[in-house]
């Protein structure tokens, strides 16, 4: 059976129907999933008439629940109401409201086992917020509603690299307090299995970044990678984490290290987000260490481009393909961990041979 991939709208002033509408738009799509959109179909069409005339006359087959989703057709579940103010390009307090109306159904539809995966377009950070909504982001809330061990783990996917966090959307000034020993430690174990069971590597290879410049210099310009951050990869090693570092940021990217590893570990967002993007900004963000599979475009409500038909559907495109390979690879892990067959110990079964004898 196809699986049945839930795409959130975010915010309707911003380029997330624009990108899924051209995303979902290739056949191919329909043939491997079934796709179910969490936004209202009015407001789709708004954004339709912005694009070229094949979007123009879109229909949608409009659902109460997942389960009255069609193959083959583009499936809308309305989570808000047809007069919603659509005003491209703005940030407006609507906008949030709809963001999370269509944020909070589609999870509590994956919650209930009713969608395989979540896609989420992308959303304002600051007009979501709400008594509802008090997150920095999508991870923390994915974190707070599916969490159980802990954090949840920003990774972003692409295929020159993959970068994990140890703080994602954390104030500059906060860093230092944030980067412990225990918090690393937890990042690389979360990191780790997710490499092994998400992306099928055996025994991957993690770099860990440092914190301070040229890695501290041995204490002369900071002491969080000797007292912390070397404490915490040397733990992981004895865990049997394959952890490396720290190494100092700018050297270690400007050279290329990064192909020598299969994921890395930065102690901050922009650490990780600035060489990540500026290598491939059509990446994905996955939600790591959670028991569901989360993934996004790697890039903002893009405001400015909203309504004009330019913004590139590249990165929702593999965001969605992402979240597909993710539930096989996943279940071919959990399928290779099951129990093995019971083989008898020689000895027993050549007793057994004897007494049927």
Known sequence: MKPTIAITAGDINGVGYEILLKGIADPHICEICRPVVYGNAKVAKIHAQTLGDEYHNLQFNICQSPKEAKDGRLNMITCYP?????????????????????????????????????????????????DSFRFSGHTEYLSNMF??????????????????????????????EMITEERILHKLRVLNSALQNDFLIRRPRIAVMALNPHAGDNGLIGTEEKDIIRPAVDKANEEGIW???????????????YVHFDAILAMYHDQGLIPFKSLDMN???????????????????????????????????????TALDLLKNRALSNELKKDPLIVEPREQKHKDDQQRD
């Open 82 to 130: 047809d007069d919603t103010p659509v005003k491209l390009g703005e940030n407006t307090p609507e906008a949030g409201r709809a963001s999370y109306a269509s944020l909070e159904r589609a999870c509590r539809d994956l919650k209930a086992g009713l969608v395989d995966a979540i896609v989420t377009a992308p959303i304002n950070k600051e007009n979501i917020q709400s």
């Open 243 to 257: 952890a490396f570092g720290p190494y100092s940021a700018d050297g270690f990217f400007g050279a290329g290290k």
């Open 283 to 321: 990446g994905v963000n996955y939600t790591a260490g959670l028991d569901i599979i989360r993934t996004s475009p790697d890039h903002g409500t893009a405001y400015d481009l909203a309504g004009k038909n330019t913004a590139n559907p590249e990165s929702f495109a593999h965001a969605l393909y």
């Open 147 to 176: 969490g159980h061990n802990g954090e949840a783990l920003m990774m972003m996917v692409s295929d020159v690299m993959r970068i994990a966090l140890v703080c994602n959307h954390t104030p500059i000034s906060k860093l230092a």
